[in-house]
Each structure stands twice: as C-alpha cells, then as structure tokens.
C-alpha cells in the first residue's frame, strides 16, 4: 500500500521561497514522482517531475528557472524548492508517483494526472 505524504506548504510573502517534502512509503517500484497543483476554480496543473533514479526531470513553464524538484533516493523522498514565489503559484499542491517513466515526460498538455496512480492529501501554499 503506497502512502505519500507531503509537507512544508505555508503562506509567505511575493518574491519568498518555501519547501515542499513529499516522503513515500510502502511498494517502492516508482518510476516517476511529481508535484501537481489546483487553485480554486482551476484545473490541477502539472508543476514538475522526475524520474526516480535517472534524474530527468520536467517543469512547467509557468515554474521553470523558480522551482527545482530533487529526489532523496536515501529517504523515499522529494523535495520541491520554490522561489521566487508568486501570488498565482498560490494553490494546493499535490504529490504523485506514477509506476512508468513516460509519466514524466510530460505532453503537449504538460503532466497527465490520469498517469499517476498515487496522490499524497495536499499541502496548501499561499503567496500574498
């Protein structure tokens, strides 16, 4: 039974940083983990991703050069960095695993969430 659980998400002022962990516990055949985020009113939205064990990653546009996404291989863990922070990055933001690499590659539409399997419960993120 896979379980994920994020944490780190808080309210911080524009141009601010925070830290998001997401710890994975229970089968570990992971290929790929990822952060996805949903404002009120809006669609959930990819955010960024990495293949477990090769590093390759994706982002957004909206987040590439603020947010970077780092596995913890020794903790079944990762971490989502964000700076620069805006009032629109303001959401939920959720953790993913996939079993398939492809997961991570990311579409025309950037990240499936029907390709992720497992979700963590959120962790809110408020920028003002």
């Known amino acids: 039974h896979v379980q994920l659980v994020e944490s780190g998400g808080g309210s911080v002022q524009a141009e601010g940083s925070l830290r998001l962990s997401c710890a994975a516990s229970?089968?570990?055949?992971?290929?790929?983990m990822a952060w996805f985020r949903q404002a009120p009113g809006k669609e959930r939205e990819g955010v960024a991703a990495?293949?477990?064990?090769?590093?390759?990653?994706y982002y957004a546009d909206s987040v590439k050069g603020r947010f970077t996404i780092s596995p913890d291989n020794a903790k079944n863990s990762q971490t989502l960095q964000m700076n620069s922070l805006k009032p629109e990055d303001t959401a939920m933001y959720y953790c993913?695993?996939?079993?398939?690499?492809?997961?991570?590659?990311?579409?025309?539409?950037?990240?499936?969430?029907?390709?992720?399997?497992?979700w963590g419960q959120g962790t809110q993120v408020t920028v003002s």
């Open positions: 229970g089968y570990f055949s992971k290929r790929c």
């Open positions: 993913a695993l996939s079993h398939y690499a492809y997961a991570c590659r990311g579409g025309r539409n950037g990240l499936g969430a029907a390709d992720f399997g497992y």
């Open positions: 990495i293949v477990t064990g090769g590093g390759n990653t």
